[in-house]
């Protein structure tokens, strides 16, 4: 009896562990799966803000072409009117006033574009290292004696290729908000390190990529931001401070770094402390991998400068122009006829084509969005049939002359002004009586 009772006891302890083991198998399942569905969760919510971001940065770059159109109209006007006032003082006065705040609008729209990651840039190869020691004076000095400034760079920093002066106004944006959140007084570090992301771990943001990288932190112990602040940091005109502000500083973060091939992530908690990560790809040049830096397309100005006068060439380029917008069209076209070419007015793409078939062109100057075909298009078609015909694009923003698949392409940025259509032509006919023909 003694034996059927220690037996009994004996499989009762071994069912108790029996449930003990499969009730901690139970809450290790359980807590595996919460885990998982709180990454799933955390990976949605970062892909949900990267589509909507993408989708704000269409359409806050299709704003800016529309907006430098109309700027484009006003400034032409004005350069205009200001060869006929004479030496009326109050009249150029008030002129002078108009032309500043066509300008003001011109900034706007190269800030829109910036956040749409359409600005103009000038890559080139950066030491970050070399970069940050240069700037640490002015940072510091800048921030006020209240931030404590530390650098933390690692040695053997790899080169990225980035567009140096507006990299700079990123760091003092970011160190300016930083001290703004820290109320004038608390630490800031600027930290660089070279990271290589795999596929796997480039999964893991949704905006990112495997290669090489380097990691440039800007972190401080300010008072952070909420969820729902994170969530609608990089979005245009959200900020959370009430005394003039843009609001355009994280997102002109965001879509610089974006358009230099990087991606940004933003770590910060309601407690206390911000770290904006920005991943800056490493200069493939400085790999020696085989790939090429994007040529960039020679760009002809982008501001409203000073009207000079309009004095015709001895012998004009006859210029196919190309734009849907009927009173650009003409304002266009009469300043290019006063400085003596021969221009034709076109509307659509299609129709370009059809002139290009059946007449005999110098110039082909377009704008780059056309309803119907773009100018993109228009231009590789034209370069492809009609190879002796120079190319030129209007655009807000420069043009990717290998991801578009074209050559020799000219930019002119908008709001252009008189003098520098003349400067383009000009170049244009005297490259052109010195290069034999191209047909």
Same mark, same amino acid.
């Given at each position: ?184 007084? =608390? !630490?800031?570090?600027? /930290?660089?390190?070279?990271? #290589?992301?795999?596929? @796997? *771990?480039? +999964? ?83 790999? =020696? !991998?085989?790939?090429? /830096?994007?040529?960039?397309? #020679?760009?002809?100005? @982008? *501001?409203? +400068? ?134």
């Amino acid at each position: 009896q003694g034996s059927e009772v220690t037996e009994q006891q004996r499989s009762q302890m071994e069912l108790q562990e029996y449930r003990e083991r499969l009730e901690e198998l139970v809450r290790e399942r359980t807590r595996e799966l919460s885990q998982s569905e709180a990454e799933r969760r955390t990976v949605e919510a970062a892909l949900a803000q990267s589509q909507r971001l993408e989708a704000v940065g269409k359409l806050t770059g299709g704003i800016a072409h529309d907006f430098n159109n109309m700027l484009q109209i006003i400034g032409g006007n004005l350069q205009l009117l200001r060869r006929s006032l004479g030496h009326d003082e109050t009249a150029i006065r008030r002129l002078e006033s108009a032309v500043s705040g066509v300008e003001k609008g011109a900034q706007l729209a190269r800030q829109l574009l910036a956040v749409a990651s359409r600005q103009s840039l000038q890559p080139q190869q950066i030491q970050l290292g070399s970069m940050l020691d240069e700037m640490r004076g002015l940072l510091a000095g800048s921030l006020g004696s209240g931030v404590r400034l530390e650098l933390d760079i690692d040695s053997g920093l790899w080169p990225v290729f980035a567009d140096v002066g507006n990299l700079q106004t990123v760091l003092f944006n970011l160190a300016f908000n930083a001290r703004d959140a820290m109320s004038g007084g =608390g !630490s800031l570090l600027l /930290r660089a390190r070279n990271r #290589s992301l795999d596929a @796997a *771990s480039a +999964a893991a943001w949704p905006d990112a990529g495997p290669g090489d990288y380097v990691l440039l932190s800007v972190i401080d112990d300010g008072s952070g931001m909420s969820s729902e602040v994170r969530t609608h940091a990089f979005e245009p005109y959200f900020t959370t401070r009430h005394e003039s502000n843009s609001g355009l500083g994280l997102s002109m973060v965001y879509g610089f770094v974006r358009q230099s091939g990087g991606f940004v992530v933003l770590e910060s908690e309601e407690q206390g402390g911000t770290a904006v990560h920005l991943y800056l790809p490493r200069d493939p040049e400085a790999v =020696g !991998s085989g790939e090429t /830096r994007p040529e960039p397309a #020679s760009v002809v100005g @982008a *501001s409203v +400068a000073t009207p000079v006068p309009v004095d015709a060439p001895s012998a004009g380029l006859d210029i196919l122009f190309v734009e849907d917008d009927p009173t650009l069209r003409m304002l266009t076209g009469e300043v290019m006829s006063e400085l003596g070419h021969r221009v034709t007015l076109i509307e659509s793409a299609e129709t370009a084509l059809e002139q290009l078939e059946s007449h005999s062109f110098d110039v082909l100057l377009t704008d780059v969005g056309l309803a119907g075909m773009s100018g993109i298009e228009l231009a590789r078609r034209t370069q492809e049939h009609h190879p002796d015909v120079d190319v030129v694009i209007a655009s807000g923003y420069p043009v990717d002359v290998h991801r578009e698949g074209l050559r020799d392409l000219r930019t002119m940025l908008k709001p252009y002004d008189i003098h520098q259509v003349r400067t383009l032509l000009d170049n244009l006919q005297a490259e052109r009586a010195l290069a034999p023909r191209r047909g």
